[in-house]
């Protein structure tokens, strides 16, 4: 049986395709990873993105779900949909009512010129500013707003190191 010619010719580089294009197009293609544990467990792939969220309940747009209340014509009656797996909508409501914990911090070096500013001077912002330590000239407000950062940021250390400064050395 005879080949097409086609199968039989030589592989060629093709010095006129942007091949950075052909990745992001193929990316584009293919499906998104879905983050939440829960609807990826629930996806259907062979049902519409549309289908699959409306059996969860979740809205698809926003704009069908929530529309823009306009005249009725008395002919017009939807039926409601319907919602066949609701508990993917109950565990990401009770997912999101969960307290989301802080996870500001501050960087070491912050933590020790604002100790060592209030090690050094208590209450006293305008002697921080005028302070050797104080490398980027920061104004007494600038101070006060970093040590009041550091109060919110790490509540426990600050206290810890608040009483340590009210208790005497002991040598």
């Not at 006129?16 to 996806?43: D, G, M, Y």
């Not at 933590?111 to 006293?124: F, G, L």
């Not at 980027?136 to 101070?143: A, E, F, V």
Request: net charge positive.
């Amino acid at each position: 049986m005879p080949r097409a010619k086609q199968s039989a010719r030589r592989k060629k580089f093709d010095y006129n395709r942007n091949r950075k294009n052909v990745k992001t197009k193929n990316k584009k293609k293919s499906n998104p990873r879905i983050e939440q544990a829960q609807i990826r467990n629930a996806w259907d792939d062979n049902k519409s993105v549309a289908r699959n969220l409306q059996e969860m309940g979740l809205a698809f747009d926003p704009n069908r779900s929530l529309p823009i209340k306009q005249q009725k014509l008395p002919r017009e009656d939807k039926k409601p949909a319907v919602v066949t797996k609701p508990f993917i909508v109950q565990q990401l409501e009770a997912e999101a009512s969960l307290p989301g914990k802080d996870t500001k911090t501050l960087s070491t070096d912050l933590i020790e010129y604002v100790q060592h500013m209030i090690r050094e001077h208590n209450q006293d912002y305008k002697a921080m500013a005028r302070d050797e330590k104080n490398y980027y000239q920061d104004t007494p407000k600038q101070i006060k707003r970093k040590i009041g950062e550091y109060k919110r940021c790490h509540p426990q250390h600050y206290e810890a190191f608040v009483s340590s400064l009210a208790e005497p050395m002991v040598q």
